[in-house]
C-alpha cells in the first residue's frame, strides 16, 4: 500500500515551547491530509483537514491558533502545536489519501510528552 | 447519533480460530465506504480492508474478511486462523461520499488478545 511518513515519532519538550511534526506521502501526491489526535484507550478523533495551498479546515473546538497547519506542497503537511503545555501530551497522527482512491493511509504517530 | 459503534470492547480467541468484531454504522448517504483498521501497542493504523456501499461481493484479504449486511448496517471483520500476532486494537471506520476530502468516523475500537 503507499506510504505516509511522519516524524518525529517521539518528542518530549518543556512547557512553552513549540513542535513541530512532519507529515510525508512518499510514493504518492496528496491534496488533502487529515491530522488526528488520540488520547489512550481512545479512539481517534479529527483535529483539522489540511489542504494544499490553502488554509486548513479545523474541526470544532480545536483551536487553530494552537495547532498551526501548512500544507505547502503535495506531499507534506506539518502540525505545529505552539506554546506546547502538559495538557497537550497526546498521540499525533496524520493521515493521506491518494488521489481518488478510497483508501486512506496513516504515518506511524508521533507522542507528544509536555513536561 | 454515533456513525460507527463497536460494542466489544474487548475480545478474546484462541490461537488458529476465527474471532469476528462487530461493527454498525449510521448514515442516510447512498455512497459511503467502510475501512478496518488495526493498532498495535506502537501506535500506526495499519489498513486491513475495505468495503464500498455499492459493492455487492463482501470484501477478503487474506485472513480477514468483511461481512457486510447493508440492510442491517453491520460491517462485522472476521479473522480466520487467528495468530499471536493478530492481538491489537482493531477500529471500524467510515467515510460518507465516495469523492472528495471527506474524513473518516471511527468507532470506539475492540482489543483483540489472542491467546495461545
Known amino acids: 500500500g503507499a506510504v505516509v511518513s511522519q516524524h518525529p515519532s517521539r518528542v518530549i519538550c518543556k512547557s512553552g515551547t513549540s513542535v513541530k511534526i512532519e507529515c510525508r506521502s512518499l510514493d504518492f501526491q496528496a491534496t488533502t491530509m487529515f491530522w488526528y489526535r488520540q488520547f489512550p484507550k481512545q479512539s481517534l478523533m479529527l483535529m483539522a483537514t489540511s489542504n494544499e495551498g490553502s488554509k486548513a479546515t479545523y474541526e470544532q473546538g480545536v483551536e487553530k491558533d494552537k495547532f498551526l497547519i501548512n500544507h505547502a506542497s503535495l506531499t507534506l503537511s506539518t502540525l505545529t502545536v505552539t506554546s506546547a503545555h502538559p495538557e497537550d501530551s497526546s498521540f499525533y497522527i496524520c493521515s493521506a489519501r491518494p488521489g481518488l482512491k478510497n483508501i486512506q493511509y496513516f504515518g506511524a504517530g508521533t507522542r507528544l510528552s509536555v513536561l | 447519533a454515533q456513525k460507527i459503534t463497536q460494542t466489544q470492547p474487548g475480545m478474546f480467541v484462541q490461537e488458529k480460530e476465527a474471532v469476528t468484531l462487530d461493527c454498525t454504522y449510521d448514515?442516510?448517504?447512498?455512497?459511503?465506504?467502510l475501512f478496518w483498521y488495526k493498532q498495535p501497542s506502537s501506535g500506526e493504523m495499519i489498513f486491513l480492508i475495505y468495503?464500498?456501499?455499492?459493492?455487492?461481493q463482501n470484501a477478503t484479504e487474506g485472513r480477514y474478511s468483511l461481512n457486510f449486511q447493508k440492510a442491517r448496517k453491520s460491517a462485522n471483520l472476521v479473522i480466520s486462523a487467528s495468530q499471536l500476532g493478530d492481538s491489537a486494537m482493531y477500529f471500524c471506520?467510515?467515510?460518507?461520499?465516495?469523492?472528495?476530502?471527506?474524513?473518516?468516523?471511527f468507532g470506539t475500537g475492540t482489543r483483540l488478545t489472542v491467546i495461545p
Open positions: 471506520a467510515m467515510r460518507e461520499g465516495i469523492t472528495g476530502a471527506n474524513n473518516l468516523f
Open positions: 468495503q464500498g456501499s455499492y459493492d455487492e
Open positions: 448514515t442516510s448517504d447512498q455512497s459511503y465506504g
